[in-house]
């Protein structure tokens, strides 16, 4: 049962442009949401996480949206670079444990 | 200081038989938790441990396994592999819970089992 739904797949953006992944969620109990970056051969690294209480959180060139009424959260990547390049996995978090949207492979293109 | 350790590496077993992979968290870090990663099925959590305790299981057969020793290193252990077990096994450990977003989960390396 897939509880955190995560599109598009994949997402190729040019070098300056925005790369934005969306992602909805079902369970209303989760506690926090964060979004996880990961490169080839590497663990999954948090990069930016918002609470349910809040509608908008930034961090740099990283912001997530968060709809509560929607159950819908997003991320924004601002004036992406090759060094994005990523698969970016969406996540919800309830009692320890981590579910996981099924990821989003983003390309920068120069 | 160090980050989370996984051996070995990469592996790679025999349909039938069993394996078992090594955690060691972050210093000071009571909270492992173990999380599969394949193509088709994305990271999905396998369980839980603080101070020696499983807190919480996901969905997968008793065939996988898991303890937490009391210097919080861990293992996970898969008997009986089947070829669908081929995936890679990641494993993160935080300080605290995760229940508060001020918590943070620092994941290894992972070990790729491959089973043929």
Known sequence: QQQVKQSPQSLIVQKGGISIINCAYENTAF?????YQQFPGKGPALLIAIRPDVSE?????????FNKSAKQFSLH???????DSATYFCAAVRNEKLTFGTGTRLTIIP | KAGVTQTPR???????QQVTLSCSPISGHRSVSWYQQTPGQGLQFLFEYFSETQRN??????????????NSRSEMNVSTLELGDSALYLCASSG???GSMNTEAF???GTRLTVV
Do not use: A
């Open chain 2, 96 to 98: 605290n819970p995760l």
């Open chain 2, 57 to 70: 299981k996901g969905n997968f057969p008793g065939r996988f396994s898991g303890r937490q020793f009391s």
């Open chain 1, 77 to 83: 990547i601002m004036d992406s670079q090759p060094g």
């Open chain 2, 10 to 16: 990469y592996l790679i077993k025999t349909r039938g």
């Open chain 1, 31 to 35: 506690d926090y949401f964060p979004w």
């Open chain 2, 107 to 109: 994941f290894g390396q």
């Open chain 1, 57 to 65: 959180k930034k961090e740099g060139r990283f912001t997530i949206s």
